[in-house]
């Protein structure tokens, strides 16, 4: 026991409780299970004080799966000095004929696959990183909210061949012209008041959320790269804090080709001997950002420009910023028109344009100095 340098603990996480299980280093050492603990913050302290009194001379490391409990394990073992791992489930490797599946079985694999260093580690954010995230996604799920009643409001009048001629829907001379309808029935003018109540009460909650996003990110770390990538086309300030506030720190991407396959873009392949088959993009990363480039990306179509708005968005910005920016624009319109021309699909065109704005994404943030952070500690790996 004196020589044991490492112990590898895997913890199956619940809402209520967790399975413990743990194997020392070295070859002749089996995956053995521990207990199963309560889910409180005490309980966890003192499994880890456990650990820690058996094995005095011994680095404790441990590892569970991503799900709904969130990072708060990793954040508390990490501040009581301990290493710790999160794995994404989809990735675990798994045997073709292994049909039993328990919590003690999966505690006891995350550990043994932890020793073997065959696990797939996941980037943590801070806490910090993670509530601003949260108040993005709030943000997107009341735009939504707002969206689908709306849509259901312009069902409604289609049903009763109710039109509106003016082209700017929802502005208030339309809103105007909703409030002033007279319909038929008494009871369909009672459906037509409770939407427009419902659209009403749905947009004061968009605005808070879509000032106080305004109001975190500017005290937000990465906020100077939020303000860089506006300079890109399509990227106005919403969609630019969303993106950095989904994908988090940039520069733990060696090139720009990993945040593609990040995110998803890429294509998958499926080739045999001579024979090269590219299929559909992979859509294995994070989807709300992927879903964020391709609404940016329709913005290629028109021809190259620097409008007054663009303008007051690269103020205060880098010469190197600008110049990125600008050759992004030259190249992305330019590529958009001639896959148009070749008679692509327009989905398949804005997808590939999405692809490369995140490129040029990563090369500005490579030019924006921010507050230096420890990425290995971020996405620590386990030692060979």
Not at 49 to 75: M, N
Not at 290 to 306: D, M, N, Q, T, W
Request: charged share 25%; net charge positive.
């Amino acid at each position: 026991m004196n020589n044991i340098s490492i112990v590898f603990i895997g913890l199956d996480t619940h809402k209520e409780f967790f399975e413990v299980a743990h194997e020392l280093d070295g070859r002749d050492n089996r995956v053995l299970h521990d207990a199963r603990i309560s889910s409180a913050k005490s309980s966890v302290i003192k499994m880890a004080r456990d650990f820690q009194s058996k094995y005095p001379q011994a680095t404790l490391h441990f590892v569970y799966e991503a799900g709904p409990c969130g990072y708060w394990i990793y954040r508390l073992l990490t501040s009581l000095g301990h290493c710790c791992y999160v794995v994404a489930p989809s990735l675990l490797p798994k045997k073709p004929g292994e049909k039993v599946k328990t919590d003690r079985k999966d505690a006891m694999k995350l550990a043994h696959l932890l020793k073997m260093n065959d696990i797939p580690i996941i980037y943590v954010p801070e806490a910090e990183d993670e509530a601003v995230r949260d108040l993005s996604r709030a943000r997107q799920t009341a735009t939504n909210d707002l969206n689908h009643a709306r849509c259901q409001l312009k069902g409604f009048l289609l049903r009763n061949n109710i039109c509106y001629d003016d082209t700017a829907n929802w502005s208030l001379k339309h809103l105007r012209w909703l409030n002033e309808l007279i319909l038929p029935h008494p009871a369909q003018h009672i459906v037509l008041q409770e939407m427009l109540n419902t659209i009403n009460e749905r947009m004061k909650p968009l605005a808070r959320l879509v000032n106080e996003l305004e109001h975190q990110v500017k005290q937000w770390c990465y906020y100077p790269v939020v303000k860089a990538i506006q300079a890109m086309r399509g990227i106005r300030f919403l969609i630019a804090a969303s993106i950095i506030a989904e994908l988090g720190d940039l520069r733990r991407f060696d090139n720009p080709r990993k945040l593609m396959k990040y995110l998803g873009l890429t294509p998958s392949e499926d080739s045999s001997g001579d024979k090269r088959r590219l299929e559909k993009i992979s859509k294995c990363g994070n989807g709300r950002a992927r879903r964020l480039l391709i609404e940016g990306a329709h913005s290629y179509k028109f021809p190259a420009k620097v409008s007054s708005e663009m303008q007051k968005r690269q103020e205060m910005l880098s010469k190197e910023v600008i110049d990125i920016a600008w050759q992004a624009q030259l190249r992305l319109c330019k590529r958009y028109q001639r896959l148009m021309h070749r008679s692509k699909h327009r989905n398949v065109v804005v997808t590939a344009i999405a692809r490369e704005m995140i490129a040029y994404i990563w090369a500005i943030s490579r030019e924006v100095a921010i507050a230096p952070i420890d990425v290995k500690k971020r996405i620590a790996r386990v030692p060979a």
